[in-house]
Structure formats: structure tokens, C-alpha cells
């Protein structure tokens, strides 16, 4: 598999939503609709890094990701709706709204690179010949 691959998927991804106007069209403000999308791809490159270096299982990776994907954009979607029913004086809310979005692009995009991850190869201790 291509080495580069975990870091090129994540970004035709972003490219892909940025163009589309996905973010927007899901609940994102029209003003920094564009810029959670960049912000999400370093950050859920960073993260798909680490999560790759601890070794976890790709099936732990995955079901981890995607439970913290739909638990971020829960929080943009109820930080929305609690900022447009303040008429825009509830400041947590516009937090919760704006950094649910963040990290709604930092997971989905962290998703997209652990599946170009290669698995790691697993080798019990009766397969390594002796020296």
C-alpha cells in the first residue's frame, strides 16, 4: 500500500467537502463553514498519527472514531439550536457549535486516514526464528 495514501485520502476528502459545501449544508455557520475543515485535517491527521503509534487495533480505531464523530456533531447540532434560540447571546452555545464542528471534521477526516493505514504486522513469539 502506498505510504502516502493515509495522508492524501483525508485530504481529497477535505477538498472534496470544501468544495461541495458539505460542512454548510450539514449546519455549519456560512462564515467559518470552510475553516473547521482545515482546521479538522491537521488535527485529524495529528490524531489518526498517534492512534496508529499506540498500536490499537483498526476495528478499536474505527468504532472509536465514529462514536466521537457522531458525539461531536450532536454537540454542533445542539449548540446550533441553543445559539439560534438565544438569538445569538448564549456564548457557550456558539462554542459548543463552533468546536463541535471542529471536531466533527478532526474525527471524520482521522477516519478516512486510519482506513489507508497498513496494518501492522502481528508476529507470534513461535514464528521469529531464533538467532
Request: aromatic content about 14%; proline content about 5%; hydrophobic content about 55%.
Amino acid at each position: 500500500m502506498n505510504k502516502f495514501l493515509p495522508f492524501a485520502l483525508p485530504i481529497i476528502g477535505a477538498l472534496l467537502v470544501y468544495t461541495t459545501g458539505l460542512t454548510q449544508a450539514l449546519g455549519a455557520h456560512p462564515w467559518w463553514a470552510d475553516k473547521v475543515i482545515w482546521f479538522g485535517l491537521g488535527l485529524g491527521l495529528l490524531l489518526s498519527v498517534i492512534l496508529w503509534g499506540l498500536r490499537a487495533s483498526r476495528t478499536i480505531r474505527m468504532i472509536g472514531l465514529t462514536v466521537l464523530t457522531i458525539a461531536a456533531f450532536a454537540t454542533a447540532y445542539v449548540g446550533k439550536s441553543r445559539f439560534a434560540a438565544s438569538y445569538a447571546e448564549d456564548a457557550l452555545a456558539g462554542q459548543m457549535w463552533y468546536f463541535g464542528w471542529i471536531a466533527t471534521c478532526t474525527f471524520a477526516l482521522a477516519i478516512l486516514a486510519t482506513v489507508a493505514w497498513p496494518t501492522r504486522q502481528r508476529h507470534s513469539p513461535a514464528s521469529i526464528p531464533h538467532q
